[in-house]
């Protein structure tokens, strides 16, 4: 087991929720590039099952927080950047997302 300090594991939970919220939304609008959103989808929730310490008894990874994490901050900004990406969702979210993301993967970083 990973042992993690204490603000990346709430950081990345919160990165991982928004990301699986913003994922949400963009499925629900027609043009909110549905292919993006399935790997948002899976790599969010794969965050929060590595951050998430309650959850690892039923469901683990062996994938590093940090690499979930510069993955999901790529998709986020592809997805900020795709033009028929932004209908699909709301955009203030995905910033949102992307900042709290951008958080975990510098403390991650740092943490090494």
């Known amino acids: 087991m990973i042992v993690l300090p204490v603000g990346i594991p709430v950081l990345a939970v919160a990165g991982g929720v928004l990301a699986v919220v913003d994922a949400g939304f963009r499925f629900r609008k027609a043009g909110g590039g549905a292919a993006l959103a399935v790997l948002e989808l899976v790599l969010g929730l794969l965050l929060v099952v590595a951050s998430f310490q309650p959850v690892q008894q039923f469901v683990s990874t062996t994938i590093p927080v940090l690499y979930l994490a510069v993955v999901l901050e790529v998709v986020l900004v592809v ?26 993967a510098v403390l991650a970083v740092l943490h090494r």
Do not use: E, H, M
């Open 79 to 104: 997805l900020l950047l795709v033009k028929g990406s932004r209908k699909g969702g709301l955009i203030w979210l995905t910033v949102l997302a992307i900042l709290v993301n951008g958080a975990t």
